[in-house]
């Protein structure tokens, strides 16, 4: 690297100049700047403005190339029962450990960002809905199987998943595309949590069909009462009157 | 349509239904209808299995009419009436017939409305399901308005019920159930079966379940089935028969006091 200037010394003459080294911290307090300007102080990811530009120009490229975008937007289950139980520093944890598992099972080129909240989106350039999907249900089973030990807390987490992918023929705005996501989101919560949906899942059977999880607890439950005695359920109240 | 019909007064309709079979369902249903009209009540009982019928078996009836005819031939309803006991009629729906779902949609109203002029005739009426959750299970469901669930504290009982109760509240927007455990060893058993589901059920559906009694595992009332006779009546004094005695008085009692209800909205299930 002979002759090439060193950052705080004249590009000219080579000697120590105080214009050089201004210049240099002036580049690297914009780039600080700019970095601040598109993260989230408490999980590092990038924030919701970030979300939206890059969003944008991922659809742009969608439009160009004809590759799909992929988007995967997640919100904790049960996120307020964390706080009500452990308090907001907990919590907050909580949010900084679920980044962490984010960042660390997501591609290269994704862009994990925090959308407000306990709930979270994955801008995946280039990736149609069958991976997207696949990446999903890693997230999701990280996610469930992983416990959280927070001091002597643990706890166990799930979230739910809406996933969509953009295509070059549609019309949509990037936040148009954002709630296309956020209401299969919607409906993954309302079908039972911890699980994932998408355009091609059909509500109707899904929806009324008793789900593993819901399984589970009715067999343990019941299991669990064992010999020991349990609360008596208030003597059998009076037959409620109708709506 | 509806405004057009006289507003006119209908008895409280009770459905009984339980997603598995073999859990006492129709003998449940058959004795409390009893035990309402002994109470001194006129009760109607539909048979709503209208697939594998058993109420007119469990009660060693012969049916001459049955709901099936009823709607093939256009009869008058009331001519496929038995009168098993003073205040009590059954309506026996015949066996091996077309399911609800082989019904076409203004068949299905037509029922609707037979069975409602029928209806008027009586102070309560109690539908027993058929096992399982085929369009006949879920069309009397939206018909009645008090949804009774039986379930036993076998686990496959329980999801079963499960399974009816989320079908029903979430492709029906029913958001009342009435639990009935049945054969259990102890009103303890009772309860911890009725925790089970109503946790459940709040957690998963965010829907509220009303307890409303067991009914123990009772020799009596495997004597009631094989005898052909309601168990109610001829052995009122055992476990079962006691307990479903403070039952009909508890469902009599929470529904005399109550206004009568508003038509239901009935949907229609299948196509």
Known sequence: ?243 | MEHARPHRWQPPRLCLSSGKGGVGKTSLAVNLAYALADQGLRVLLVDGDLGLANVDVLLGLSATATIREVLAHDLDPRAALIQVAPGLAVLPAGSGVAELANLPPEDQRHLGRLLEGLCQDFQLVLVDTAAGLGPSVLWFNTWAQYNLVVVTPDPTSLTDAYALIKVLCRAHRRRRFLILPNQVDSEAEGQRTFATLSQVAARFLEVELDYLGSIPADPAVQQGVREQVPFVQVAPKSAAGRALTVLAARVLNSIATCQPPPAADQEEVGS
């Open chain 1, 1 to 243: 690297m002979k002759g090439f200037p060193r950052p705080d010394h004249c590009p000219v003459n080579g000697r120590t100049c105080p214009l050089a080294a201004e210049v240099r911290r002036l580049r690297e307090e914009c780039h600080r700047l700019l970095e601040l300007s598109r993260t989230d102080p408490l999980t590092g990811l990038y924030n919701f403005r970030h979300l939206l530009s890059e969003l944008d120009r991922e659809m742009e490229r969608t439009r160009r190339t004809g590759l799909p975008t992929g988007l995967i937007m997640l919100d904790l289950d049960h996120f307020k029962q964390v706080n009500d139980t452990h308090g907001h520093q907990f919590g907050d944890a909580v949010l900084r450990w679920v980044s962490r598992l984010l960042r660390d099972n997501i591609r290269r080129l994704d862009i994990p960002c925090r959308y407000g909240g306990e709930e979270f989106a994955l801008i995946l350039p280039g990736t149609s809905l069958p991976r997207a999907l696949k990446l999903a249900e890693r997230l999701r089973r990280a996610l469930s199987e992983t416990a959280l030990t927070q001091g002597e807390h643990t706890i166990s987490l799930t979230a739910s998943f809406g996933v969509d992918v953009y295509e070059a023929h549609e019309d949509l705005s990037a936040l148009g595309f954002l709630e296309r996501a956020d209401r299969y989101l919607l409906e993954a919560k309302a079908q039972g949590r911890n699980l994932i949906w998408h355009r091609d899942r059909q509500p109707d059977r899904a929806g009324t069909a008793v789900t593993p999880q819901e399984r589970h607890h009715l067999v343990s439950r019941m299991r669990n009462y064992g010999a020991r005695e349990t609360t008596p359920v208030a003597a059998a109240p009076p037959l409620p009157e109708q709506r």
